[in-house]
């Protein structure tokens, strides 16, 4: 079955340091999403991407579509205490449904 | 926004008893709702699709006597955990599409923390 798989599991940086997740579908994917999910909390929607490479940002964070639609990554730039969480992506298949990541869980030392 | 309301937030059973878990689109039809779960400290994983006016579509490894769903409307799943024992004990959350299309939002509801004696 479809399978996605996120690495690293968990990452701890120094607060200013930078942090990236990669993601990895096993099939191609018609867009990813990504997530974030704060201690105890729920997670949210960050953003989707659809195309073939494409790229978008957020502030701080960029995040990636590989070219084969396959991967994906999340890059926050200077890391702050703020951001703490366990941010997973998601991939769609063909059908409705949404497999995710296995997250990874960053931790934001002062 | 779109949002999905989940109920409970969290229970406690007694191993053997049914718990019911209710996830509604407060201002959106959602004809497809997807319901998960989630062992501390590891990923969401899907446990089946939860279609309006049909079957659910349970992934492989999850007992669909055991998790029973049912999703009667346009704005209403629910999850039943029958005789539940404790290794039912997790977070379970539902979601939904706002809509069908590729750049449609999914919206998660706030989860149910079972906790099964």
């Known amino acids: 079955g479809q399978q996605v798989m996120q690495i690293p599991q968990y990452q701890h940086v120094q607060e200013g340091e930078d942090f990236t997740t990669y993601c990895n579908s096993s099939?191609?994917?018609?867009?990813i999403q990504w997530y974030k999910q704060r201690p105890g909390g729920h997670p949210v929607f960050l953003i989707q991407l659809v195309k073939s490479g494409e790229v978008k940002k957020q502030k701080r964070l960029t995040f990636q579509f590989g070219e084969a639609k396959k991967n994906s990554s999340l890059h926050i730039t200077a890391t702050q205490t703020t951001d703490v969480g366990t941010y997973f992506c998601?991939?769609?298949?063909?059908?409705?449904?949404?497999?995710f990541g296995t997250g990874t869980r960053l931790t934001v030392i002062p | 926004g779109a949002v999905v309301s989940q109920h409970p937030s969290w229970v406690i059973c007694k191993s053997g008893t049914s718990v019911k878990i209710e996830c509604r689109s407060l201002d959106f039809q959602a004809t497809t709702m997807f319901w998960y779960r989630q062992f501390p400290k590891q990923s969401l994983m899907l446990m089946a699709t939860?279609?309006?006016?049909?079957?659910?579509?349970?992934e492989q490894g999850v007992e669909k006597d055991k998790f029973l769903i049912n999703h009667a409307s346009l704005t209403l799943s629910t999850l039943t955990v029958t005789s539940a024992h404790p290794e039912d004990s997790s977070f379970y959350i539902c979601?939904?599409?706002?809509?069908?299309?590729?750049?449609?939002?999914?919206?998660f509801g706030s989860g149910t923390q079972l906790s099964v004696l």
């Open positions: 099939t191609t994917l018609s867009n």
């Open positions: 939860s279609n309006e006016g049909s079957k659910a579509t349970y």
């Open positions: 998601a991939g769609q298949g063909g059908a409705n449904n949404l497999f």
């Open positions: 979601s939904a599409y706002t809509g069908f299309a590729t750049n449609e939002k999914l919206f």
